[in-house]
């Protein structure tokens, strides 16, 4: 099977691309990239106008299956990942069973090896049943396939504990994912702590629950060497503290989600509980303060942290509702509406902090349309606006921020692994 | 000035014509609690409903004083007696007093933004009574009202809300209430009872008493709650009483005609003591009465509000 997209505007930062070229795709891989391309293929698809870009790698997302598969399922997930321009994703080991064993493992890479429409790697657990309480094996995973570790959903209490396990990921290589919450700090908050959480009534999670725990976790991995990745930073004073860490040399990586570069804490002033997530959107010189940290570098990653929870965990009293939202079918577009937009960043920066970046970070061979690479592409109408309706979503879960909301830059195909996908809504 | 919505669930959302409209309409029911025969048929035909998640005796019996007074049937559910024990949620159990055809839900519940979420969810009016530590609008209202009857206006005030104001749904009622309305407001508390950035809404904080009560021409004491589910609260009753407790010693350096109010139930001897609780400038039972007219007020124009939007769905041309 060849497919060959013509004259699109190929952005492949990698290779320091960043012109009109056809692309030809033979198999799962990219088999060429020049000016036109005559070869007879099988199906050409057009892209005159259009973005051709490597498919985004999320690496934040709850899969929810072993386990919850009325939330969500590799098969769904994934197929709501390739409606939003997503070919490769790492799955959160926050499942029941956790993924933090070698039978678990298994358990899980046969389920995704039976399911899943787009690449899917595995963030193993730090902690047995991510209690915090004993570590996992953490060598004898990275060799039967985690990429990464991580208690996400939690962060390991006991800094004894998280000294071992960044010693044992720094052996064995592999990068620890921090959920930076010291949950002594956020109580039983909901929202962020101030104006919003008094005027709505509601405890408050603070800002310090948040980069306290941040300064913890890069300060005992500078101790260790370990690489460590902070998730989902909110506020300005954990940015403060990662980009004097990485002054210092220590091997420190971040990411936000797209909530957090959008909305501030207002809007959970109608008690909406599609914008109740952890960590809670904060205030306006939070969002301007990610923005910056976008703009100037200091955030790597930008990652959806997808969430899917059923309406019946959703739609009830704010307080007792489950956090977190969907992500992974609208995170493209409104980093385009967003930041493009907005001119905080360029297309090739926008692709490094979506594609190039995770891959890094997680040793992952993916970022990139260089020849011989796995044909996971892309292809994005820029300007083209459309509306994020809820019956239109493909994940099995509805609960987005971004319902009803117009966004700019429409996913036309995605193409993983050589198979097309071409989307109309 | 008409109104033209279909719930009420807190003041922070209203305007100050709105806020007078509910005043002016309160005034007018009074009276009826004071005619031979207590009642006029205001709302003859229409269901209320109070759904309480909390134990309520005040808040629930004024509410269905004023719906009997307007002639309403009242049906009142608790949660003891009610499925919700059996997991229900509330959406479902709003849907289904919803089926029942009624056509006012009064509810009370624990947790902030519950009216707020049903009002969304259905299509009959909701009026919340008291939503976690978010607001009880009608207390405020009805607060208000008893301040402006007694100093004939509100613009201009200076009012104190002495207490637990972190944890207290009536203290935002109030704050939000009056600073419409143009009053001057005062919190005083102690520190930890202070919620954040609370100043923000526009009103000033102190923790010394003598200074809230210095210029007030009123003063609303709140109601302490010491135990609190593992919260740390303000330690030591008796402490609380020697900083913050109203007395009669207190009031002398006070306005000499200053309004003490108090939303009830009164912890005589810990937040106020009982010669202020019964002395000259105290309004508590007045407030009870007026809490009758203003839930009048509120009930029926939220009804009327709900005739309107039927009516204008019936002018409609089908398209079917």
Request: charged fraction near 25%; include cysteine.
């Amino acid at each position: 099977m060849k497919i060959l997209i013509k004259n699109g505007h190929v952005i492949d930062p990698i290779n320091n691309l960043d012109e009109v070229r056809d692309i030809l795709v033979e198999g799962s891989k990219i088999s060429m990239v020049e000016k036109n391309i005559n070869v007879d293929a099988d199906k050409i698809i057009e892209a005159e106008g259009k973005i051709v870009m490597p498919g985004c790698v999320d690496m934040h997302v709850h899969l929810r299956e072993p386990g919850r598969e009325d939330k969500e399922t590799i098969c769904s997930a994934t197929k709501a990942a390739l409606h939003g321009g997503v070919t490769t994703l790492l799955a959160m080991p926050n499942t029941d069973p956790a993924i933090d064993s070698l039978e678990n493992i298994k358990l899980l890479k046969d389920a995704i090896a039976k399911s899943a429409k787009a690449n899917v790697f595995i963030c193993a657990a730090i902690t047995k049943f991510r209690q915090g309480k004993e570590l996992v094996d953490v060598a004898g995973l990275k060799q039967d396939g985690a990429v990464a570790i991580s208690d996400d959903g939690a962060s390991v209490d006991s800094d004894e504990l998280m000294l071992e396990a960044l010693r044992s990921a720094q052996e064995a290589k592999i990068p620890v994912i921090c959920h930076s919450e010291d949950k002594k700090l956020s109580d039983s908050g909901v929202v962020n702590l101030g104006f919003t959480s008094t005027r709505l009534g509601l405890k408050g999670i603070s800002k310090e629950s948040e980069y306290k725990r941040v300064a913890r976790d890069i300060g005992l991995a500078e101790k260790t060497g370990a690489a460590i990745h902070i998730a989902h930073i909110s506020c300005k004073e954990s940015l403060d503290i990662i980009a004097r860490a990485k002054k210092k040399g220590v091997k420190v990586t971040c990411e936000t989600a797209p909530h957090y570069f959008t909305f501030n804490e207002e809007m959970v002033l109608g008690f909406d509980t599609n914008f109740k997530m952890n960590p809670p959107l904060r205030s306006k010189e939070d969002v301007a303060a990610i923005k910056e940290g976008l703009a100037n570098g200091i955030i790597d990653v930008i990652a959806s942290d997808h969430a899917p929870h059923t309406e019946n965990e959703k739609e009830i009293e704010f307080e007792r509702a489950e956090f977190g939202v969907t992500g992974l079918e609208t995170e493209l577009a409104v980093a385009i509406t967003e930041l493009i937009g907005a001119g905080i960043l360029s297309w090739s920066k926008l692709i490094e902090k979506m594609a190039i970046n995770p891959s890094r970070i997680l040793g992952i061979d993916k970022g990139g349309l260089g020849i011989g690479k796995d044909a996971d592409i892309a292809i994005v109408s820029p300007e083209k606006e459309w509306i994020a309706k809820k019956e239109n979503f493909l994940s099995k879960s509805k609960n987005s921020s971004f319902i009803n909301k117009t966004l700019r830059g429409f996913v036309e195909y995605t193409i993983c692994q050589g198979k097309v996908n071409k989307w109309n809504s | 000035m008409t109104w033209i919505r279909k719930d009420l669930l807190g003041l922070e959302e209203l305007n100050r014509e709105e806020l007078e409209l509910i005043l002016s309409t309160a005034e007018s029911f009074k009276e009826v609690s004071s005619r031979e025969i207590k009642k006029v048929p205001a709302l003859r035909g229409k269901t209320v409903v109070n759904l309480f998640y909390e134990p309520s005796t005040r808040t629930r019996v004024s509410f269905e004083v004023a719906a009997k007074r307007l002639s309403a049937d009242v049906i009142n559910i608790a949660t003891e007696t009610s499925s919700v024990k059996k997991g229900e949620t509330l959406i479902d159990t709003g849907k289904n007093i919803e089926a029942l055809k009624a056509d006012i839900i009064v509810m009370r519940h624990n947790a902030s933004g519950a009216a707020a979420m049903l009002a969304r969810n259905l299509n009959i009016s909701v009026v919340n009574a008291g939503d976690g530590w978010h607001e009880h609008p009608t207390q405020a209202l009805l607060d208000i009202f008893t301040l402006k009857e007694k100093l004939g206006r509100i613009e201009g005030l200076n009012v104190s809300i002495v207490g637990d104001i972190a944890h207290s749904r009536v203290a935002r009622s109030n704050i939000w209430g009056l600073l419409k309305l143009g009053a001057k407001v005062t919190l005083c508390a102690p520190k930890i009872l202070i919620p954040a950035a609370i100043e923000d809404m526009g009103v000033a904080v102190t923790n010394d008493i003598e200074e809230a009560l210095a210029k007030a021409d009123a003063v609303n004491v709140l109601r302490m709650q010491f135990e609190r589910d593992g919260e740390t609260a303000f330690p030591r009753q008796l402490e609380y009483f020697k900083q913050f407790g109203i007395t009669a010693e207190r009031l002398k350096k006070a306005k000499k005609n200053i309004i003490v109010m108090h939303p009830g139930p009164v912890n005589r001897g810990i937040e106020i003591s009982s010669e202020v609780a019964d002395g000259a400038n105290s309004v508590i039972l007045e407030q009870v009465t007026n809490g009758i007219a203003v839930r009048m007020a509120v009930l029926f124009l939220v009804a009327q509000a709900q005739d309107k939007l039927a009516n204008i769905t019936k002018d409609e041309p089908s398209l079917s």
